[in-house]
């Protein structure tokens, strides 16, 4: 009987293939962002957003081979290995990013100094998307966006995606391009750091305390709702 080699994944990749990863994975998100412009010059607007978003996520996955290319052990991390086989995962990653820097920065939550270093970090590169409310809520519904413009559905009438518009294609390129732009300064930042400067950049960002700062940020967004809904029925 022939024996089977078992099949190499990501896991199990050297830092010089995680370098030449990046590169791959980075021209694949950009094959997305043109395949968005070729069909929403063509009136498949829907499908465009499909792409647009489909690349911001491989941009996702580039950014986490280039951290693995420069040594940080972002094994360690539970979700680190469903980064690359599950597009939810990665999706909710840049989604979360968004909560995290809103519901911390939010004026009118209490300061928490562990979460202090993420801020400053993340603002300094992001503070033009991240900063922006409007942009928060758009990459929450963005997954749903996704699946909307794939897909037929039906609930109490056809979702149809042909009624997508160029309007809401120009909103989501918007939203996208700040995110390509935002995220390229990061991607530079890394290029260019030493391995000190990089192991700074690393902790600033709490990279490792992610699922710790996205729980409290759940709880804090949550918390939040509740008051307003509560602030809501008191007034009524």
């Given at each position: ?137 758009w990459w929450e519904g963005a997954d749903e966006m996704k699946q909307r413009a794939f897909y037929v559905d039906f609930a109490d009438g056809f ?78």
């Amino acid at each position: 009987m022939e024996n089977k080699a078992q099949k190499k994944g990501w896991t199990s990749l050297s830092p010089a293939q995680f370098q030449e990863s990046f590169a791959i994975v980075s021209a694949n998100a950009q094959r997305h962002f043109d395949c968005a412009e070729l069909l929403s010059a063509a009136a498949h607007h829907q499908n465009g957003i499909a792409h647009l978003i489909l690349g911001s996520e491989e941009l996702v996955k580039s950014l986490w081979c280039l951290l693995m290319s420069r040594k940080v052990e972002l094994k360690k991390l539970p979700w680190f290995t469903k980064l690359f086989y599950n597009h939810k995962v990665r999706h909710d990653l840049l989604k979360d990013f968004f909560t995290i820097y809103l519901f911390f920065f939010n004026s009118s939550l209490p300061k928490r100094k562990n979460s202090d270093g993420f801020l400053k970090t993340i603002g300094m590169f992001l503070g033009r998307s991240f900063a922006a409310y409007g942009n928060y809520r758009w990459w929450e519904g963005a997954d749903e966006m996704k699946q909307r413009a794939f897909y037929v559905d039906f609930a109490d009438g056809f979702l149809d995606p042909a009624t997508i518009t160029s309007a809401d294609y120009s909103n989501a390129f918007s939203y996208v391009k700040l995110f390509r732009n935002d995220l390229k300064q990061i991607i530079s930042k890394i290029e260019s750091s030493s391995d000190k400067q990089l192991e700074d950049l690393v902790s600033d960002l709490q990279i490792f305390e992610l699922d710790r700062l996205r729980q409290e940020a759940y709880k804090a967004a949550k918390d939040l709702k509740k008051s307003k809904n509560g602030g809501s029925k008191a007034g009524s």
